[in-house]
């Protein structure tokens, strides 16, 4: 296998050689019904996108130099992609394997741990929605709170907001969930007041067992439930742990469980695995959580398709390059036309920008072009009303992913005006793809818009459990795609260690730098 | 008074002239200490950004050949800033005069009924917790439910969020408060559904009282309301409006009590008005948003400083500046350290983007430089656990502004390996602006800190409501100063109506592109 770097290639020379096709004149009906692509329950719509055909053929080449599908197949393959760490890259295994285990003894040894791992999970949790297991003073188990951060926080969380409306309505709540993250203290404190600690299992999440943050929240959430000097109440019986077999935390007795992942679970990428997987059968049950592993597994298989035509995730990628690389956009919005969706944004925030905000490549050596943009984002309509006027009318240009549902999630709507609400919101989105492409001319140059602003349209019919799953890993396979294209590592996360030494040489009065000497005494 | 744009100035001439300092070296115990500025209970400090001596001599320079100090007075004197809608901009007055109102009848009025409507707001939240005033079917009401979007949502709800774990620790909190906003149905169904609405008081609030998504959330959660079939339960009695007098809802007599603002108050600068005093008043009582409004007229006065070493919004807007237009970085990141700041940054993307993501100058005609950057931003020490890889290691630099505290809300907390919870968020925040400005150097790349990366900060001793005040108002006259740097008009929002436009054009029937019709369709 080859691993050169995005200017080695040919395709990118000629790339470089092409014009930038104007969005306001690309963006035909024809274009809508045809530029399309179908990735399980979700249609990627690319039309509004500054890609002309001759520029989609050297995006394949691009693919094709870069042995983007061969490498996703090693990566499925457990070859050790992350470089930096020497470690395999298998969280795609955590939804079934994409490609056959047989005769790979090692994979297949990992795939029966995950699948352990999930039984036991689905045990358990039918032990406390039965009432099988109670809490120490006797009561069922109601409220489920994490404790976790970054990876262990984001992505649950975003898929828990994601899911509860859908499965309040419909009656399939098991459990309401909450989650603790930030070592600002308020966080646990606010938690803990609002919830009655005698029906709470926390989840206690951190994969080596010594995560600072998540450590010192088990021990503040202790400290305030004994405040609460409930006869009987003992903590240990109210909590679970999710960890790795070699972490601290295995080794003790302080839990009524431990569900285990391993090294090959790279946090971003863990909610599928017991990361994500305990909190959410915990609230919504082992089905649930099944049909949304299924959806990410049908997402994963999508992504093996060579033909970037016909892959999604890969052509999402490869124009997410084109316009980081060629056309020189550094930030991108992702904007979900869906409020359940509301943090679906910051969990995308941790994957793209933490798997490549990289500035050197596989190999330890700097890259000579941008790697990873920065990436925000909130639902709309919200997000019309508020930064949207940079969006049309700013001195810059942001490329933008609208993500779309046909029906609601609750299905609850009203007719005012002749429209539904939900076609209100749909008619929204189809009017702001079309004015950020075309713009409109104006003789008052404060009402003008120029236009040729790109955006591209993520959609599905509903914003299930399922569909979910796939959005999960259309994300996680694009950002993996555009890692491959740059030729860096997006598994690992060195850029945050620097910090966390500095925080403990602060902590244990190490420190000899007199400006962080000067700065921890301003903010004593 | 002279409106130049930027480049017409000296020195902006001469600033480009300038070499670009390094952060790392500038980085010392002397400067920490030394380049701070006093706003009211907050310090900004902004040693860790590239700004040499000579670098703000010219940015005071700039300040005054942009008569930024003169033009702030303009504003509140009631000028007609608001060029392109011929408008006054009066949010400053909601809080109390800045300048001397006398001789001034017209400002005067506007004092006066500013403070009208708050007095209306006080006796009326006196009522209901009193239970004097008490929902349909007797019940004291308990909730309180903003239904608005845009700055009838962000400002207000990211203050709520920020208080309401102070104020309920201390047993001063009145109410609980929800948001409805998006248009998306899910979002008011999921509130109606949470709440007991013999107990809720809602809060229309719509300055045109014709605003889309908040008319038809008003209509579903009516809708909603009556299929709970509450004997004697009568909607209109569990609402009350917050609009201008000229609205078609001021006419309307479907509700409790109206409280008015005018055109003078922008959505995105609202906060401080009935818009966001109504909701917070009923929340959190008189006296709290009172102290707020207090924090927010302490930093309108401190900004009339003309020595910009001694005027934090006015230094923190041009050094602003300087990073956007000459050393070209086109985003920055908002990083609170504080969980109940969580929705800020939600609020100052709408601020900031709104007010300054245009392209042309107060008289319409197209300036040849950036304007307002992207904004972004999560709670640290959760956003270290997220995209600080970016930040850190990424192939772009991106400025950082900390907002910190020495104590936490509750004070609530635990001492576990020799430091308190506190201790170790503020040894994190210390730790990040050192790693960020002065990185390591490492013979291993992948773990090689280049530095360079510039952070400012934002002190004070703890979040209360007038600490809160004085951060709104921070950023309110940051982002009005840069505006006036730049020449353009900050208070309008011509860039939302486009997509209005189109989405009338599509509900009503009316749309003949066909790239338009053929994405609704696909969207059906």
Redesign the interface.
Known sequence: MKYNNLDQTQAFAELKKTSQADVASL???E???SL?ITEGVF?Y?Y?ALPVTEPVVDLLQQLSDEQQLIEKYKLILSGEEMNT?EHRKVLHHLTRGAVLPTEGNDKLKEKELFYQTERTKINEFAEKIHSGKITGSTGKKFTTVIQIG???S??GPRALYIAL??YL??RGDQKMNAYFI???????A??VI?SVDIEKALFILVSKSGTT??T??NR??AV??MKGQNIPGFNPEKHMVAVTSRTSPLAASDAFLESFFIDDFIG?RYSSTSAVGGTVLTFAFGAETFGQLLEGAHEADTAALDPDIRKNASLMDALIGVYMRNILGY??SAILP????LSRFP?HL??LD??S?????NRE????A????????G?????G?????????????I?PLQFI?F?K???E???D????????????????????FA???KNK???????GGRPSSLL?ADQLTPKALGTLLAHYENKVMFQGLVWNI?SF????????????R???SGSTT????????E???
Do not use: C, W
């Open positions: 963006l035909t009906a274009r809508v019904t399309k249609t719509y039309a930096g951060i970054g990876g926080d984001l509860k409306n309040r309505s993250s930030n070592v600002d203290p308020d966080d404190a606010a007041e600072q943050e450590l010192t021990d503040l400290k305030l946090g550094p930030v036309y869906s409020q359940a910051a925030q941790q920008m933490e490549n905000g990289k500035s050197v330890g050596l700097p890259v072009y941008k790697t990873g943009p920065v990436l925000f909130e639902p709309g309509t919200n019309q009303h508020s930064f949207f006027q940079l969006l049309h009318q700013g001195t810059d942001v779309g046909k609601s999630q609750k609850i709507d009203i005012i005006d002749g429209s539904m609400s939900q076609t209100k919101l749909n008619a929204n989105l189809a009017a702001q793809i079309t004015a075309k713009g409109n008052n140059p404060n009402k003008n818009f120029s959609l590592n690992d996360q060195e850029g945050v260690q620097l910090g966390k030494i500095l925080t040489q602060i902590l730098d007199d400006s962080l000497l000067a700065l921890v301003e903010l004593r």
